[in-house]
Structure formats: C-alpha cells, structure tokens
C-alpha cells in the first residue's frame, strides 16, 4: 500500500509510541516521511531520521527556531503551516503539499490524526485492515461515529487479512 503513495503521514504520538521506519522495508522508492509536530520537539533517535527515506516535519509558529534547527540538523525538512484551533491547519498543510508536487498522502495515523483527517472531510479512500491479531488492550480508532458517512467501494482479502475500501457518501442534490 505505501508503494502507491508519494508520502505517508503520521502524527507526533504515533512516532513516539510506535517508533516507526515508515518505509516500504526496500533499498529504494520509499515515500516521504511527513510527521505532525506542532511544537518541533523530537528525540534524535526516532527510526524517522534514519536514511531510508526523506522526513518532512510538519510545524507551527509553536516551534521554536532552535527545535527547527534540531530537525534540520538530523537530515529532516521542516514545513512551517497554519494554525486552526490551536493545532496544524490540515487544510493548508495539504495546500503546500501541493505546491511542492506531493499529490497522494496516505495518513497512516493514530485516533487523533486520523479524527481530524476524516471531521475535515480531508480524504478520497478509507482503507481498513482487519487482521486476525489481537495487539494491545483495544482502542477505537476514531473518537466519533463515522461509519455511517461512508459507503463501502470494495471488499478483498489479502493472505489473512481482510481489506475494506470505503469512501465518502456521496450526496444527491
């Protein structure tokens, strides 16, 4: 799935929890690594800043210019955005994106992120994966009921997981 996108997003407690390569596990083609963190402040030993592939940190006017310095003087880009209620303006996050030429994002984000992706109505596809694996104690991984926004575009299974394609209903005007 990461091969299909030319970033993969995440938020600033999924990369402190989970310490994540976000990488394709390949030498080469590997997406950007774009990682929410408002205030800049990252430990230097994340797998983010591994060479593998390119990491862009995503910050507000929270970040202080030396926090900025840090991210830069451990290989990663830094992108200044908006703030909307006191958090990344999502919106005008992905508008820069665009700028840059980065068309596709998949947001393999935690409940946080991945809520205010979907309240934003910031998304084409919700891909959901189910495993047959019980990992931690259980969580939703999203604070508000959404289903019943989505239409379900596809059903497969891939070895033993399943994979459900949503997308947003569309309305009728």
């Known amino acids: 799935l990461r091969k299909n996108f030319q970033a ?67 290989g990663a880009g830094v992108l200044l955005v908006k703030e909307k209620n006191g958090q990344i303006d999502l919106e005008n996050m992905l508008t820069e994106l665009g700028r840059a030429n980065i068309a596709s994002v998949l947001v393999e984000a935690g409940q946080q992120t991945f809520t205010s992706f979907f309240k934003e109505k910031l998304f084409d596809e919700l891909v959901l994966i189910i495993a047959p694996k019980i990992i931690g104690k259980g969580k939703m991984f999203v604070q508000d009921k959404i289903f019943g926004e989505l239409q379900t575009k596809k059903i497969e299974k891939i070895g033993s997981d399943v994979w459900v394609y949503f997308e947003p209903k569309k309305s009728i005007p």
Request: charged share 25%.
């Open 8 to 74: 993969i997003l995440v938020g600033k407690n999924t990369v402190l929890k989970d310490n994540p390569h976000l990488s394709t596990r390949e030498k080469t083609g590997n997406p950007l690594r774009i990682v929410l963190c408002s205030d800049g402040v990252l430990p230097g030993k994340l797998n983010i800043f591994s060479k593998e592939a390119k990491t862009l940190i995503v910050c507000t006017k929270k970040a202080s210019k030396k926090n900025i310095h840090k991210i830069i003087s451990k």
